[in-house]
């Protein structure tokens, strides 16, 4: 094999005295936001603060939330018929509205997820749909058994925990029906 120096598998490397013009130079990467997925989180005119993940789910057990105000039931919310709720005060969007004014118009989201376990009889994986709560980066925050959730994080929530959004007095039990019957 005959090889010179400055070419590569028979062809010759540029050199100003072969062509004349150098080489087109080439388009460097724009990796900014474009905002050409925008479009997919508009809903009714209302840019949404939260995409559904892939493990979104719709719950096979019915869950509800009892609304207490002042130690009364105040509300039931039956919270089994889609695999995400939106809570806030923006009526076009919310799912479930918040009308306290301590609470953000997209202010927090009830997720199921499919979680996947091991601890099956033969350490195989075990599926389960549970409830998450996800708080949007609320002004004020959202409250699970009265300690802050972390914001932009997915915390499972467990039947009988109670949640609070902003500074709003009203509290959501969460149970399922069975557990409901119990009581």
């Given at each position: 094999m005959n090889r010179t120096f400055g070419s590569s598998w028979?062809?010759?490397s540029w050199s100003p005295s072969s062509t004349g013009s150098p080489p087109?130079?080439?388009e460097v990467?724009?990796?900014e936001q474009s905002g050409a997925l925008m479009g997919d989180k508009l809903y009714k005119g209302v840019s949404l603060q939260y995409a559904e993940p892939p493990e979104a789910r719709k719950p096979e057990k019915s869950y509800r939330f009892y609304v207490f105000k002042d130690g009364d039931i105040a509300d039931t919310l039956t919270l089994d018929q889609q695999p995400t709720y939106l809570f806030g005060r923006d009526r076009?969007?919310?799912d479930v509205p918040l009308d306290h004014p301590s609470c953000s118009k997209q202010h927090a989201v009830l997720q199921y997820r499919l979680v996947v376990e091991e601890g099956g009889m033969f350490g195989e994986?075990?599926?389960r749909i549970a409830p998450f709560i996800y708080d949007l980066g609320s002004a004020n925050g959202t409250q699970l058994n009265g300690e802050k959730v972390p914001v932009r994080e997915y915390v499972e929530l467990k039947e009988k925990d109670m949640v609070t959004f902003g500074l709003s007095s009203r509290e959501y039990l969460l149970l399922t029906d069975e557990e409901a019957k119990e009581l």
């Open positions: 028979g062809r010759k087109p130079e080439r990467p724009n990796y076009t969007v919310a994986p075990v599926d």
